[in-house]
């Protein structure tokens, strides 16, 4: 007896016929046949389901810890490097451990951050606004010497003049 017709007779139909593109039962055919192995029962697509959640909700925890661990400044590099190993580890235990144990002074430094932004963009405002001349007389003078060099008309010396003398 040859190879297939031995597996044939012991086990009644070829176990490898898939290999050799004949009717299968050990493997599905196409598409619709691996969907349907995929998600053979009721809970499969479900647990599925929930893996890809959890998965996702660890990603976005993984930010917010990131974030927080870099954004603080009472942590040296090596207490830094420390929890990033550890969250990244053990993925769901170094999240609450690093919750429970810092977690606390998470939106205090968050809003720090926020605050420093918030002035530094005022104090950003504030230099550009300085910059465009201080008071009436000063913007009035450089209109003038812009009228004077032809760079500007009568018309938008004028318009500029009443800007000036409006916002003193």
Do not use: H
């Not at 196409?30 to 479900?46: Q, R, T």
């Not at 170094?94 to 430094?109: D, H, S, T």
Request: glycine share 10%; aromatic share 14%.
């Amino acid at each position: 007896m040859r190879g297939a017709d031995r597996r044939t007779a012991k086990f009644g139909r070829d176990p490898l016929s898939w290999r050799t593109g004949g009717p299968s039962q050990w493997r599905p055919q196409g598409p619709i046949e691996w969907k349907k192995a995929m998600f053979n029962d009721n809970g499969s697509f479900l647990l599925a389901l929930f893996e890809f959640f959890l998965f996702f909700a660890w990603f976005m925890c993984l930010f917010w810890i990131f974030g927080d661990i870099f954004r603080s400044s009472d942590m040296g590099g090596g207490a830094k490097t420390a929890w990033v190993i550890f969250v990244i580890l053990v993925p769901w235990l170094g999240i609450l451990v690093y919750l429970i144990a810092r977690g606390g002074g998470m939106q205090k430094r968050q809003l720090e951050q926020a605050k420093a932004m918030q002035a530094a963009q005022a104090e950003y405002i504030q230099s550009v606004t300085k910059s465009s001349g201080g008071s009436a007389t000063e913007q009035i003078a450089s209109a003038k010497s812009l009228l004077d060099s032809g760079a500007i008309t009568q018309a938008e010396f004028d318009t500029l003049k009443s800007k000036a003398l409006a916002q003193s």
